[in-house]
């Protein structure tokens, strides 16, 4: 059984493919002439094999003809052949040239199996004197750098060091593997020379992945062909798309009853299902385990499958469905695993599935639908509630995406609209065919104008607004088309802003509510600032009031009259609803036929339910590709087929339509009706990048919308509560019947520091009656967010009106949840006044409820009135020829900061004041018999460069990783700035913003630190400091006493939340006179309240830049924006390899595009590296972790200079350990104290024995007892060290957290001794001790499904770059050794690196076997002791 090293690299192609029995089988395959031409081989494979060979041989021809290539003879380097081979290498006199044809065999030592011969594309040949580096690499016609890419190369590149090593000293193998890929994949513009630019060169070190290939070699495949065939891992899937034995594995799981069945299930819930039957199993004391098969060869093993009798007497289905009529397993199944209880839930689509359901009559727990369908093998529909799909509609337009899956563009796109008129149906179809890479282009400006233009027509001719629905049949066409747009909406593309607004128009069809996009959440905001308080000066105004009438009013034609008559008007619309009610405008078919009914089907694609419901089959995705490489997409064949797929889609929501009608369903199932389509589009900006940032910004509300929504369908264990009382106040307690670790979590979720929101109270909770609960999950988050916008600062109880009280009044309340002890839950209500739900009903029978979560955003609206804001600036500035604003320049220009004009005014001056300043503080900083704390006033090299920086420029960045002093840095360098400009006698006034509480902690301690040394020094070294005894320093806290520091020298801080209020225009305190509806309540209340106490800022300092939106920086820019930009100063610090804020949506990464849509850091660091400076002095962490922490940022082990780390806690912890007499003398504890001395960074791998306990919750239980054994331990030697313990999960952190509290008492978290948080509420903290939780990772199905999440290099770095003293990773082997499909993105391949640095860094011991923690090695305490 031989493998060629393409064939191990396909297995690997990705992580949903990877499937164990297909590498089985193809190698059990009986090879013949007849198989082979049976074989089914992907068109779309054969298509990309035959492009892949084009590309080879282009490439080939091109270093023929630059005289760089040398074609070696067949089997040029087997054997003895080496010694030619390097000769000819050798004797070749060029620096520089490339190697075809080369064909060798692998070392048999290199791997367990048998490798066929090894023929790598080119290999390039380097000489610099004697010595001679030879790098692999392939050609292919990708689009990006796979996974299977890397372990080709890697395999290529091991076996050529392994043959060479011995006998070529002075030959070298790089480490670095180099895929050449085509730029576009269009034959027709393939590059005529090789060079960065012509050829897209992508790299990766074989280093990082060559334990992978190792594993794959040496463990993973030779025990995938050990084992038994039946033993060997499947399942019919998504995944068994194209895979050859398709129909075997469908045969062999309608037989076997397998899980498979289960329509729908992935790896994942696959895995919970099993343990679901396995555990059932076990209590009923069944076998596990199947018959064995005699099957030696995949010929044997298909005719066994296909034989009589190979009916199995186990099914799992069937054991699945006795078990969820088993109530006391479920119970315990809930008890032991409410991961998996969950899941089970939500696959087998059981609507509420507790125990407790006996009491409130809903229990649906007898039958699923979903077992019902795999027993029966028929369609069951499954009678629970589903969003988008209609019941109604008169047009309807069905689109079809064709996707080129090497270069991920879309290259066909067909769509068929129907209007249904009086009986009559009009068919309109187009097909669009990007055959060139001019097409391709051309193909969204192509659609956007052919959907408007449609659309358009209809609602010209319809005598009512028309219901037109849109259609895809999966998700995935669906984020294909909305990414597509997106890009269009946020790119370089645009070219008129007409084009814009049909863009958008089409954004707002294909996401689930339009209503964000189309601006109508902010008509007031908008009317208000770019309307009606521009002033004279501002041109267009009578135009810009036109346009907001027209699409306010939805009329053709242009208002006319006055300016002040059309203000009137507009006036007399605002604050009024405006535009229609959220519409679902898209359906996705697939999701609306896996959601309304139980298929027996193993995959739903359009082809294999249209064969179901009899309907002409289109041909497939696979038939398609063919098609359009095969012709480069001109035949008519292919736009038929395209159109045909249009069709089927059509004929198919017909069918299901029909279908549910007979069956009786439609009103439960199809809760929408849909109402008439009516879009407005609201201009934002006339700037193209902030009417980008705009509209990004909404799609992110959108996304977050989108989510929770779709959560409340999707949910199967509610949250249950019961009503207590008191009957005649607020708040309310209920008891939690059940999910309680639901509330319980969110509420952990809110208080931490990251949640820059919580500076409200929220209600984001929806209260429902349990017999009511489709009025909470269909619930309109939107609608009723416009509603309370204004109210809800001031906690004012809600009030809706009547329509509103007839949809939901009757049922449904916002909750904020106070606070919950035990099982009771307390609770803050608003409740509709005059609605059916009052507190009369808490009091009737039944008293149950369901909690759901609301969707909650107040921030979105105060974004987008400081983008609007900006614009008004700017418009001013237009209109007057200054300079656009800061944010302005900030967005748009690349090198707005090298001109003079953005050089600080004062910098000359400014610098010269420093000069003399940087002397004093040296001069003190040398004196002898100052105590160390009092030296921290003098700038260390880095520091005072970057101080410099400050001085010169009005923009500068301050970077530096973790522990190198930048919240040190920037307090010292704001007192700095007020020392300055003390010195001139010129009042200087700071503010600072953060993304987290901590981070604006921190500052705030550190200046007032720094301060009480300044004041210490004041009479000894200082003649008196006027700005001394007056600085102000205050931390901004919204609240209702909202305080405005006013002194002439103040350094204050907040959230960006709280910067808004100080940051208001004097424009908008002039309009809330003007139109008090408009403005937002608590500005008005503040202003009123402190009318005089708003000033502008100097100096803006954020930090934690890589965590601040550049949206965000719009607002805090308010509190220094003036007319002359020069005078102030904008401060960034952050460390762009910490965590980042998580984006939904995918934003244009074209190089040509501002980065405008991430953090502020990355916004301004990518294209002006000049305004950078780093900080390399390291106060944190002890040498060997500033090495290793070190490596990360550039490359090397050398360049941070450590300066402290708390280095006495390792040796005194050491002593202690040795001479203590009462200390932990285990295993673990020997190990890592004895190595402890070399270096403070430790592995602790949690043993395979572990691992066969098979649920998440089993695992983290065994992770929580070593973590308790290690708090212990060090608290026992070192009681006064603190400790984090860094979870990646929230469910890490929560049973952790129970365990640690339990067991070890509550004390060492109340007195923050030790801290057990999140990764993300981490960043930015320190402690001596961290222990790195990773262990969860060794239960395979979670770890599996989260390689992006776990090996997020961001995470790995935040997580193992707190600690002062020593860092303990906790990991499994499954963490070591990942999967292949770790390598597919930069990120997760940089993470899995730098956990491999860590783990050579480090001691390493396993911890968990048989008893092995609790021997004593007396003899390895004499070797410590000697
Ligand atoms: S059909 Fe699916 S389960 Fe069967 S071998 Fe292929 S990928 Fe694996």
Redesign the pocket.
């Known amino acids: 059984m031989s493998f060629t090293a393409t064939q191990i690299a396909q297995f690997h192609r990705s992580a949903h493919s990877n499937?164990d029995?297909?590498l089985r089988?193809q190698a059990n395959k009986v090879k013949t002439a007849e198989a082979d031409a049976a074989a089914q081989v992907s068109k779309t494979k054969s298509a990309l094999f035959a492009r892949g060979h084009k590309w080879e041989k282009h490439l080939y021809d091109i270093l023929h003809d630059q005289r760089l290539l040398i074609h070696l003879q067949k089997d040029s380097a087997t054997g003895d052949t080496w010694d030619q081979f390097i000769r000819a290498v050798q004797d070749d006199n060029r620096p520089l040239f490339y190697l075809f044809g080369l064909e060798f065999h692998a070392p048999e030592h290199l791997s367990q199996i048998e490798i066929r011969t090894l023929k790598p594309d080119f290999v390039r040949v380097e000489k610099e004197g004697s010595k001679t580096t030879l790098t692999v690499i392939e050609a292919k016609s990708s689009a990006s750098l796979k996974v299977s890419h890397q372990i080709q190369i890697c395999i290529y590149a091991l076996a050529l060091a392994e043959s060479l090593k011995t006998n070529y000293p002075d030959v070298s193998i790089s480490d670095e593997g180099i895929v050449w890929m085509p730029p576009t994949l269009t034959t027709s513009i393939w590059p005529s020379v090789i060079d960065d630019v012509s050829v897209q060169n992508a790299t990766f070190s074989i280093s990082t992945v060559q334990p992978l290939v190792t594993t794959i070699l040496n463990k993973r495949i030779p025990h995938i062909l050990k084992q038994e065939l039946e033993a060997v891992e499947?399942?019919?899937g998504e995944?068994?798309a194209g895979?050859e034995?398709?129909d075997g594995?469908s045969i062999r799981a309608r037989k076997m009853g397998d899980v498979s069945l289960v329509g729908g299930s992935r790896g994942k819930e696959r895995a919970a299902l099993k343990y679901a039957v396995d555990s059932f199993r076990r209590k009923q004391s069944q076998p596990l385990m199947q018959t064995k098969i005699d099957a030696s060869s995949e010929k044997d093993w298909n005719a066994f499958w296909k034989s009589d009798q190979s009916n199995f007497p186990i099914s799992d289905v069937h054991d699945l469905h006795a078990a969820l009529h088993d109530a006391e397993f479920i119970a315990s199944l809930r008890a032991q695993s409410p991961t998996t209880f969950s899941s089970l839930g939500k696959i087998l689509c059981l609507q509420v599935v507790v125990p407790v359901m006996g009491q409130v009559e809903r229990c649906s727990m007898s039958e699923s639908p979903v077992i019902q369908c795999a027993l029966q093998s028929k369609v069951v529909p499954k009678s629970q509630p589903y969003l988008l799909f209609p019941r109604v509609e008169h047009d309807s337009m069905h689109f079809s995406v064709l996707k080129d899956p090497e270069s991920d563009k879309i290259v066909a796109i067909s769509f068929l609209h129907l209007s249904r008129k009086s009986g009559s149906v009009t068919i309109e179809c187009n097909t669009m065919i990007g055959s060139s890479v001019a097409e391709q282009i051309n193909l969204p400006k192509a659609l956007v104008t052919r959907i408007a233009a449609s659309v358009k027509a209809t609602v010209r001719a319809a005598r009512e607004p028309p219901r037109i629905q849109f259609y895809v049949f999966s998700i995935n066409e669906r984020e294909d088309l909305i990414n597509m747009l997106l890009n269009e909406a946020c790119g370089t593309q645009l070219e008129t802003n007409a084009y814009l607004v049909d863009v958008q128009f089409c954004m707002n069809a294909l996401v689930d509510n339009p209503d964000v996009l189309r601006a109508p959440f902010f008509p007031s905001e908008l009317i208000h600032y770019a309307s009606l308080g521009l002033g004279s000066n501002v041109p267009r105004l009578k135009a810009d009031l036109q346009y907001y009438l027209q699409s306010l009013e939805g009329t053709m034609s242009v208002p006319t009259g006055t300016v002040v008559a059309l203000k009137e008007r507009l006036a007399a619309i605002v604050g009024e609803k405006v535009g229609p009610s959220l519409i679902p405008r898209i359906a996705v078919i697939k999701d609306a036929l896996s959601a309304t009914c139980a298929f027996p089907l193993f995959r739903l694609t359009l082809e294999s339910v249209t064969k179901f419901f009899d309907i002409p089959t289109p041909s497939t995705e696979d038939d398609l590709f063919a098609l359009w490489t095969r012709d480069g997409g001109l035949s008519d064949e292919l736009k038929i087929d395209m159109m045909n797929r249009s069709i089927a889609q059509a004929n198919l929501c017909d069918r299901l339509r029909n279908m549910l009608a007979e069956a009786n369903l439609i009103q439960k199932v199809l809760v929408n009706s849909l109402p008439p389509f009516q879009v407005i589009n609201l201009k934002l900006s006339d700037d193209p990048l902030l009417s980008r940032l705009m509209f990004a910004t909404q799609y992110e509300m959108v996304r977050d919308l989108q989510e929770v929504r779709s959560s409340r369908f999707l949910e199967t264990e509610m949250i249950l509560l019961k009503y207590c009382g008191p009957d005649d106040s607020f708040p309310k307690t209920f008891k939690v019947l059940s999910n309680l670790s639901a509330i319980q979590s969110s509420i952990n979720g809110q208080t931490g520091a990251t949640d820059i929101s919580n500076d409200f109270k929220k209600f984001d909770w929806l209260l429902v009656d349990c017999n009511k609960l489709e009025a909470g999950q269909s619930f309109n988050d939107l609608l009723h967010m416009n509603q309370l916008r204004n109210v809800a600062n001031q906690y004012v109880r809600l009030a809706l009106d009547e329509t509103e009280i007839m949809q939901i009044g009757a049922a449904v309340s916002f909750a904020n949840v106070e606070n919950v002890v035990d099982n009771i839950v307390t609770l803050d209500l608003v409740i509709a006044r005059n609605a059916g739900f009052t507190l009369k009903t808490l009091d009737r029978q039944p008293k149950h409820f369901a909690l759901m979560r609301r969707y909650v955003d107040w921030n979105t609206s105060k974004i987008a009135r400081a983008l609007i804001d900006v614009e008004v600036l700017r418009l001013q500035r237009v209109a007057t020829r200054v300079p656009a604003p800061l944010m302005i320049r900030l967005l748009s220009e690349n090198n707005a900061f090298n001109e003079i004009e953005f050089q600080s005014s004062s910098a000359h001056e400014d610098l010269e004041i420093e000069g003399n300043l940087y002397t004093t503080y040296r001069e003190i900083y040398n004196l002898e018999g100052l105590r160390d704390h009092e030296r921290v006033l003098h700038f260390l090299d880095s520091q005072h460069r970057a101080m410099k920086g400050i001085l010169k420029n009005v923009v500068s960045v301050v970077w530096g990783p973790p522990g190198n002093g930048k919240t040190h840095s920037l307090a010292l360098a704001a007192l700095r700035l007020i020392e300055i400009n003390a010195r001139k006698n010129r009042p200087y006034r700071i503010i600072m913003s953060a993304f987290t509480h901590e981070a604006i902690n921190n500052f705030m301690e550190k200046v007032q630190e720094l301060l009480k040394i300044r004041k210490s020094l004041l009479f000894q070294y200082f003649d008196k400091s006027e700005w001394v005894e007056q600085l102000e320093v205050s931390k901004l806290e919204y609240s209702n006493d909202y305080v405005i520091p006013t002194s002439n020298w103040c350094i204050c801080a907040g959230t960006v939340w709280c910067v808004v209020p100080v940051a208001v225009r004097k424009s908008e305190w002039a309009l809330t006179t003007y139109i008090p509806p408009l403005c937002n309540r608590s500005f008005a209340k503040t202003f009123q309240k402190y009318p005089n106490k708003r000033h502008s800022f100097d100096t803006l300092i954020i930090d934690e830049g890589s965590q601040f939106l550049t949206c965000h920086a719009a607002l805090a820019f308010q509190a220094i924006d003036s007319t002359d930009v020069r005078s102030k100063k904008v401060i960034i610090a952050g460390d762009d390899k910490q965590l980042s804020p998580i984006l939904k949506g995918l934003y244009p990464t074209d190089p040509a595009v501002r980065p405008i849509f991430g953090s502020i850091l990355s916004c301004i660091m990518r294209s002006n590296s000049h305004l950078t400076h780093m900080l390399k002095e390291n106060f944190r962490f002890v040498t060997p972790l500033c090495k290793f922490t070190q490596q990360l940022y550039t490359g090397t082990t050398d360049g941070f200079d450590p300066r402290r780390g708390n280095q006495g806690l390792i040796r005194d912890a050491v002593q202690i350990w040795k001479n203590g007499s009462d200390t932990d003398r285990a295993m673990l504890f020997n190990t890592l104290m004895w190595k402890a001395t070399e270096t403070p960074l430790s592995t602790i791998v949690l043993s395979k024995a572990l691992d066969l306990q098979s649920s998440l919750e089993d695992h983290i239980h065994r992770e929580a007892d070593l973590v308790v054994k290690l708090v212990r331990f060090f608290h026992t030697i070192e009681p006064e060290a603190t400790m984090f313990v860094i979870t990646p999960h929230r469910l890490q952190r929560t049973i952790i957290t129970k365990r640690v509290t339990s067991e070890l008492g509550p004390e060492l978290l109340s007195k923050h001794t030790v801290k057990i948080d999140t990764v993300e509420r981490m960043q930015g903290r320190q402690a001596d001790i961290i222990f790195a939780c990773f262990g969860f990772s060794s239960h395979s199905p979670t770890f599996h499904n989260e390689l992006d999440f776990i090996y997020n290099i961001r995470r790995i770095n935040v997580s193992l770059s707190r600690p002062r003293a020593m860092c303990i990773l906790i990991a499994s082997h499954n963490l070591l050794n990942p999967p292949a499909f770790v390598l597919n993105e930069a990120q997760s391949r940089e993470g899995f690196s730098h956990l491999l640095r860590f783990q050579r860094a480090s001691s390493y011991v396993e911890w968990g076997g048989s008893g092995e923690d609790e021997i004593v090695l007396e003899a390895l305490l004499e070797e410590l002791t000697v």
Request: hydrophobic share 40%; with cysteine.
């Open positions: 499937c029995l297909s089988l499947w399942g019919v995944r068994c895979c034995f398709e594995c």
